[in-house]
């Protein structure tokens, strides 16, 4: 029997481009998640809600975890 369930997620990579050098942003995970993701460093990202596109998903993502608002 598998238990798995499928999430629908989005996420960004959010950079800049510091004099044609691209600078990428990784966000520090949270200590429940560090373990999980072998590090400390993490991406926007999250489920799609019900009525957004995956775009609109990791723009919001962007805006909620990092205080950054896409472009």
Do not use: W
Request: glycine share 8%; proline share 7%; net charge positive.
């Amino acid at each position: 029997m598998n238990n798995s369930t499928n999430i629908t997620a989005s996420g960004i990579i959010v950079f800049r481009n510091n004099n044609n050098h691209p600078e990428v942003l990784g966000l520090i995970a949270l200590p429940k998640h560090r373990k999980r993701s072998r590090g400390k460093y993490d991406v926007p990202k999250g489920r799609i809600d019900e009525g957004e596109t995956p775009i609109q998903a990791a723009y919001r993502e962007c805006l909620e975890e990092s205080g950054l608002e896409p472009k």
